[in-house]
């Protein structure tokens, strides 16, 4: 991950976007939100967003055969 905000958060999205829903809204600004529970993660970068997706995911995993904006 580097300074290209667009493919950081294209490679976010590949690796965990079916777990969680992942955007960058204004710079400084990554959110994750769970796909299961709506519980949301923010980090100013992409490297910080993804340490704590890593952690939330290790902690509870988040059903891979989940719909997008379902709760299970």
Known sequence: ???????DLADLRWHWGGA?????????V????RRNSKGTLRAATPEALLTL???????????????????S
């Open 1 to 7: 991950m580097g300074c290209d905000w667009a493919a």
């Open 20 to 28: 969680y829903r992942i955007s960058y809204p204004a710079p400084g």
């Open 30 to 33: 990554w959110i994750a939100q």
């Open 53 to 71: 997706i890593r952690d939330d995911y290790a902690r509870q995993p988040v059903p891979r055969n989940c719909a997008p904006g379902a709760v």
